[in-house]
């Protein structure tokens, strides 16, 4: 047995693989793999392209929910079934699936996978993974069974028991990943004005949003004045970021006749603005159609896209701490101070760095990923930039120009959203050469703004 567990010790030679890289490596084979398994004969209807099944399967792994073909009918029950696997791998974590494994085998995991594993959930502390990694599992299981069981009062009436299950329990994955995908057409806009859909499914991903590591200090804490200062800011900046997109969309949207106006009662209508507000947060649902909002509306959602979620969550973007520290230095920086200051803590100047090179590299990314669309893309621009920002936040959210783009377009849409869920960091490190021994040169002044 003893040499069973030797043979299964994995072993990362820090000369050639950086953390970063095998992060990269690991989600770019679980893509290909899955594109393969979709690409099977039994797994869709025989219309679905290779393209197409590289292209579903990196919006799964990256728990985005942009699709180039509908997922409830172009594959088969086992295509499906494929893809929920894919967005529980994306979304809590292929590392994480791996660390729990070789634990039930009673494989010790050894100190260059813990480095990779703290990498991915976005940790600094090693001695706390691997209970790290059953609270998250815990945490899936309880709120996927939660919301499976109740989207069932709904879908099993409609559906039967079976394929209402299914239908069930494959949107309670995609909500609570912040995947986006649905087994309807129309995502869920035929459920515009259900109650019991809209708050499940936005309950499920704002959850998977925050993040486990607010999860497990309002679970241990119980207190706002012991939380941690990563809890109090995902909390304000969660609350602040729903109720001003929520009053936002209602206020732009309220007199359009193809969104808001055409509902047909107030508490449909506020109903729908929540859930707008909400899913940009990476979640990728949504129970009105974006092509036909407002340009400020559209502008708006980009924006949220863009911010996403919470460190150590299911959801993409730069994330809502980046936000909250950025507006923070800049506050710092028209006060003439030099120390952020928040809920009776300071911020180290380390941090403030990593917001900036977070933000440059992320506007980066987008811009490029624009430009080189915008060379074969032929049509609205402002769609275009909407499913970039899309990409980008893995969100999902589309108004229709993913359909339409040819292969470079999708090439360039999966790179996108293949750092989007890896983080711009984590590229820039994978990137950046070993740094050289420090040498403190003679301070110089440059002339900024």
């Known amino acids: 047995m003893a040499r069973l567990r030797r043979s299964f010790r994995l072993s990362v030679d820090s000369r050639l693989l950086s953390p970063p890289a095998i992060l990269a490596f690991v989600y770019a084979i679980f893509i290909l793999l899955g594109a393969a398994l979709l690409w099977l ?14 292209f579903t399967a990196a919006s799964a792994v990256t728990v985005t929910g942009l699709v180039v073909v509908d997922t409830g009918s172009a594959y088969a029950l086992l295509g499906q079934i494929i893809i929920a696997v894919l967005i529980q791998l994306g979304g809590l974590g292929l590392m994480t699936f791996a660390v729990l494994l070789l634990s039930m085998l009673g494989i010790a995991v050894a100190l260059p996978q813990r480095i990779v594993l703290r990498d991915e959930v976005g940790q600094v502390s090693l001695s706390e993974l691997g209970a790290l990694v059953r609270i998250v599992f815990i945490v899936a ?15 099993v009436p409609e559906f039967g028991w079976s394929h209402g ?17 649905s087994l309807f057409s129309d995502s869920l806009s035929g459920y515009v004005g259900s109650p019991t859909i809209n708050i499940t499914i936005s309950l499920m991903f704002i959850i998977g949003g925050l993040g486990f590591i607010v999860l497990i ?7 706002w004045h012991r939380l941690a200062l990563h809890s109090k800011l995902m909390l ?4 602040a970021l729903i109720l001003a997109g929520w009053i936002g969309f209602a206020l732009m949207e309220w007199s359009n006749p193809n969104t808001l106006a055409g509902l047909d009662s107030f508490g449909a209508k506020l109903l729908a603005s929540w859930f707008q507000a909400v899913t940009p947060r990476t979640a990728g649902f949504n129970t009105l159609d974006y092509a036909q909002m407002h340009d400020g509306t559209t502008i708006m959602t980009m924006t949220l896209m863009i911010i996403g979620g919470g460190p150590t969550s299911t959801a993409g973007g730069i994330k809502v701490t980046t936000l909250i520290v950025l507006a923070l230095a800049t506050v710092a920086f028209l006060q003439q101070r030099d120390r952020l200051h928040i809920f009776g803590r ?37 769609d275009l930039l909407f499913e970039v920002a899309s990409a980008f936040g893995t969100v999902g959210l589309s108004r229709g120009a993913t359909a339409e783009l040819d292969t470079f ?15 711009p960091l984590t590229l820039g490190f994978l990137l950046a050469t070993r740094a050289s021994p420090r040498v403190r040169y003679p301070e110089g002044k440059v002339l900024l703004g």
């Open 217 to 223: 200090d309002l679970f241990r804490v119980r207190s």
């Open 41 to 54: 004969p039994i797994s869709n209807n025989g219309t679905v392209t290779f393209s197409d099944a590289l």
């Open 409 to 423: 377009g999708r090439m360039v849409i999966i790179m996108i959203m293949f750092i989007g869920r890896l983080g």
């Open 346 to 382: 300071s911020l180290a100047m380390e941090e403030i760095i990593k917001v900036l090179a977070l933000v440059a590299l992320s506007l980066f990314i987008i811009l490029t990923g624009l430009f080189l669309m915008s060379l074969t893309y032929q049509g609205d621009f402002l």
């Open 165 to 181: 299950f299914w239908q069930a329990l494959f949107h309670a994955i995609s909500a609570f990943n912040n995947a986006g995908f």
């Open 236 to 239: 304000v900046g969660t609350g």
């Open 141 to 155: 299981a309880i709120c996927q069974t939660l919301g499976t069981a109740v989207l069932m009062f709904v879908f």
